[in-house]
């Protein structure tokens, strides 16, 4: 018990570390727009890095106000979150999941069972629609914000363009004549 309670702690406490704070995450002085898509996909890529836990947050936000008629389901989903986190998030990977120090099952046993697990929960609440939309709702605001966030502030040096040598190389088939 008490290994467990300090795995959630060290998984709470690396999560922690790397979320930004919402000021940060909602500074209107850092939204611009792209000059070009392939600046918006790039801008989306760096700040889905950057602001994933922010992004996660808005995503269960919106999941859980699209439920809000459905409290049987909310308590449900939260204990499949639940179960996602302790058994596969706050988990050392490199270590297998023992059962009743029995069986020793391979991580991508636990995640087809947590993942069949989520979907018969949301298949006997009956709520597949309200998290199509949510999902949908906050994949539009997260693309939205990532593309409309600046990366050209301090710190994001370490992030690379996944265009690489295409934007950087001047004799590419793209570069000005």
């Given at each position: 018990?008490?290994?467990?309670?300090?795995?959630?702690?060290?998984?709470?406490?690396?999560?922690?570390?790397?979320?930004h704070s919402w000021t940060?995450?909602?500074?209107?002085?850092?939204?611009?727009?792209?000059?070009?898509?392939?600046?918006?996909?790039?801008?989306?890529?760096?700040?889905?890095?950057?602001?994933?836990?922010?992004?996660?947050?808005?995503?269960?936000?919106?999941?859980?106000?699209?439920?809000?008629?459905?409290?049987?389901?909310?308590?449900?989903?939260?204990?499949?979150?639940?179960?996602?986190?302790?058994?596969?998030?706050?988990?050392?990977?490199?270590?297998?999941?023992?059962?009743?120090?029995?069986?020793?099952?391979?991580?991508?046993?636990?995640?087809?069972?947590?993942?069949?697990?989520?979907?018969?929960?949301?298949?006997?609440?009956?709520?597949?629609?309200?998290?199509?939309?949510?999902?949908?709702?906050?994949?539009?605001?997260?693309?939205?914000?990532?593309?409309?966030?600046?990366?050209?502030?301090?710190?994001?040096?370490?992030?690379?363009?996944?265009?690489?040598?295409?934007?950087?190389?001047?004799?590419?088939?793209?570069?000005?004549?």
């Amino acid at each position: 018990m008490s290994e467990t309670l300090s795995n959630f702690k060290e998984a709470t406490l690396s999560i922690m570390s790397t979320r930004h704070s919402w000021t940060e995450f909602l500074s209107l002085s850092s939204l611009s727009l792209p000059s070009s898509l392939s600046e918006a996909t790039t801008r989306i890529g760096i700040n889905l890095t950057r602001f994933l836990f922010n992004y996660s947050s808005i995503l269960l936000f919106i999941l859980l106000l699209t439920l809000v008629y459905h409290p049987l389901a909310i308590i449900l989903l939260l204990i499949a979150f639940a179960g996602w986190y302790f058994l596969f998030f706050s988990r050392d990977s490199s270590e297998p999941f023992v059962l009743f120090n029995l069986v020793s099952l391979d991580e991508r046993v636990v995640v087809a069972a947590l993942a069949f697990f989520s979907f018969v929960l949301v298949a006997v609440t009956g709520v597949w629609w309200n998290v199509v939309v949510a999902v949908v709702v906050a994949a539009a605001v997260v693309c939205v914000h990532g593309a409309l966030r600046r990366t050209d502030e301090g710190g994001l040096d370490d992030y690379e363009s996944p265009y690489g040598p295409m934007l950087n190389d001047g004799a590419g088939p793209y570069s000005a004549v």
